[in-house]
């Protein structure tokens, strides 16, 4: 496949992340049935990813993504989310045009353009339905970091995928990577002893408060949903 993806292929990956992300199958049916494509030729395609390891494919079962085609789907995922949240707090577009004015706009919009974007919005978790954004792709350890650099091309970008706290599957373990958020974020984090490159462990994914039980470097605590979506994870090989 070329370096750059057609939009054809994106919007296959983005289906996986959106049904499926990394943790189960998406069926050929549910994939034909969102993108409005005849079952035979949803199949084709799907071979031809699983072919350049964007995923795994088997027949009867569906898709999932792999490590490598993660990494484009929460990309591209990112950038529709951002300009979701831009078209509708910065240009007042009506809720029930947003998906599709992003969709339109998703593929062509620059790495630039979505970290200006970024930075206008103050660094968003969420877009305007309430779907996660997932983390830039950019190699800062924090938000304040990217404010505080001019130079898009003198940045890099991460060769690996960070998740979330709120999306760990439970047993996951890893070490902090990113953490999104301005200044008001930092003292909290720092009463729980967080900060990049501390160990994290899944133990339960949501108890009675409505809280994320996790180990971090030893230590058991609860977490709020609000600090899970913000603190991202680079997560331990199985």
């Given at each position: 496949?070329?370096?750059?993806l057609?939009e054809?292929i ?13 943790d189960?199958?998406?069926s050929?049916t549910k ?5 409005g494509?005849?079952p ?5 395609m799907?071979k031809?990813l699983?072919l350049?390891?964007y995923?795994d ?6 898709a999932?993504?792999?490590n490598?085609?993660l990494?484009?789907?929460?990309k591209?995922?990112?950038?529709h989310?951002?300009?979701?949240k ?5 240009l007042?577009?009506t809720?029930?045009?947003l998906h ?5 706009m ?7 353009a ?5 930075l206008?919005?103050?660094h968003p978790?969420i877009c305007?339905?309430g779907k996660?954004i ?7 350890s ?9 130079e898009i091309?003198?940045?890099?970008a991460?060769n ?15 070490e902090?990577?990113f953490?999104r958020g ?5 003292p909290?984090?720092?009463t729980w002893n ?15 408060n409505?809280t994320?039980?996790v180990n971090?470097?030893?230590?058991e605590?609860e977490?709020?949903?609000e600090?899970?979506?913000n603190i ?7």
């Amino acid at each position: 496949m070329d370096n750059k993806l057609s939009e054809n292929i994106e919007e296959y990956l983005e289906v996986l992340y959106r049904y499926g992300n990394k943790d189960k199958h998406v069926s050929t049916t549910k994939i034909s049935k969102v993108l409005g494509i005849a079952p035979g030729s949803v199949t084709g395609m799907l071979k031809k990813l699983a072919l350049n390891k964007y995923i795994d494919y088997e027949p009867y079962k569906g898709a999932i993504l792999t490590n490598k085609g993660l990494k484009i789907a929460r990309k591209i995922t990112r950038k529709h989310r951002i300009l979701e949240k831009f078209l509708s707090n910065v240009l007042n577009i009506t809720d029930k045009n947003l998906h599709e004015e992003a969709c339109k706009m998703e593929h062509s919009l620059s790495d630039e353009a979505e970290r200006a974007m970024c930075l206008i919005l103050e660094h968003p978790d969420i877009c305007p339905d309430g779907k996660l954004i997932p983390a830039c792709d950019f190699n800062f350890s924090n938000c304040e970091e990217c404010q505080s650099n001019e130079e898009i091309i003198e940045i890099g970008a991460r060769n690996h995928n960070l998740i979330p706290i709120s999306q760990l599957l439970e047993n996951d373990k890893g070490e902090v990577a990113f953490i999104r958020g301005d200044s008001t974020i930092l003292p909290k984090l720092i009463t729980w002893n967080i900060a990049i490159g501390s160990k994290i462990h899944l133990e339960n994914k949501v108890n009675e408060n409505n809280t994320i039980k996790v180990n971090v470097n030893g230590e058991e605590i609860e977490i709020t949903p609000e600090i899970s979506n913000n603190i991202f994870i680079k997560v331990d090989p199985e």
